[in-house]
């Protein structure tokens, strides 16, 4: 917001959760090509009337919010952190077309009267246009001054006083996190910082989003986003072994049948305290 750009705004948004899927019959290849992973739950797969309520543990693909930090220099250029009284032409390096609010190394001389003395090109200033301007001369009220409103193109020449004052604010960054829910690979609530600057993510920074996380002179803005996670959290259960029936398998399979054999058995003998029946006999 103009002349506030440190205050932090929520935005809110309605933002559907959805993905675009393309009907692809056979991405997992052959069946029983892929790893069967245990999930800790069973259930008959022929129909039932009852339906099952059940929470089920596994799989490859993690439904979470994510956060990340968007940056946006508007300038292809900075002095943050260079050595002092260093120059910058901020208004012919603009980054994304040209930036509103600039500063200037580039001087440019004005005409300056003293009493009904015209001195030409006496007065130095720089080049600038600053957001909530509060410049103001001291000097020179006899002179008729005529201001403008208008946004000057970079490069216009802003005349200069005997005493003037530079006060207002140039931006250099744009800053976002985006929140919203992702398909991931990983657990993103499970992901650990290795410090307080670029190695942090929100929300773990905080709700509030301290300023430091925001500076360039502390976090560049080269810096991408970063963090850690420990593997260990996305591993799958392959501990317990599952096989597979052939894919061509029907109950027949377990079935033997000998076309070519012969049964034969014991002949009957004619005793009393016989208890086996040897009566049979079969070729096929």
């Not at 994510?66 to 012919?92: H, M, Q």
């Not at 009904?116 to 006899?142: E, F, Q, R, W």
């Not at 910082?193 to 976090?219: C, K, M």
Request: hydrophobic share 30%; net charge negative.
């Amino acid at each position: 917001m103009r002349g506030t750009p440190e205050d932090l705004k929520d935005i809110k948004v309605v933002s559907y959760y959805g993905s675009l899927k393309n009907i692809f019959v056979n991405q997992y290849g052959q069946i029983y090509s892929y790893d069967t992973v245990d999930t800790g739950f069973q259930r008959d797969i022929t129909p039932i009337t009852t339906p099952v309520l059940a929470t089920f543990f596994g799989g490859d693909t993690f439904i979470s919010k994510f956060a990340f930090k968007t940056k946006l220099p508007f300038f292809i250029d900075n002095r943050v952190n260079a050595a002092d009284d260093s120059d910058i032409f901020y208004d012919e390096i603009g980054n994304v077309a040209y930036p509103q609010y600039w500063y200037s190394a580039r001087s440019e001389l004005s005409d300056y009267f003293v009493g009904g003395t015209l001195m030409k090109n006496i007065i130095s200033t720089k080049a600038h246009y600053l957001d909530c301007p509060n410049d103001y001369i001291v000097d020179n009220i006899s002179t008729t001054t005529t201001t403008s409103s208008t946004t000057p193109a970079p490069g216009t020449v802003l005349a200069g006083s005997q005493n003037y004052i530079y006060d207002g604010k140039m931006y250099s960054f744009a800053y976002g996190i985006p929140y919203f829910y992702v398909e991931s690979s990983i657990n993103i609530d499970l992901r650990q910082a290795f410090n307080n600057l670029e190695g942090d993510f929100y929300p773990h920074v905080s709700s509030g989003i301290p300023d430091t996380w925001f500076q360039e002179s502390r976090v560049p803005i080269a810096l991408d986003n970063t963090y850690y996670y420990n593997t260990t959290f996305s591993k799958q259960n392959t501990e317990n072994y599952f096989s597979h029936l052939p894919s061509d398998w029907i109950k027949q399979l377990c079935f033997t049948y000998f076309p070519f054999r012969a049964i034969y058995s014991d002949p009957q003998e004619s005793y009393s305290d016989n208890r086996i029946n040897s009566w049979y006999f079969r070729i096929d």
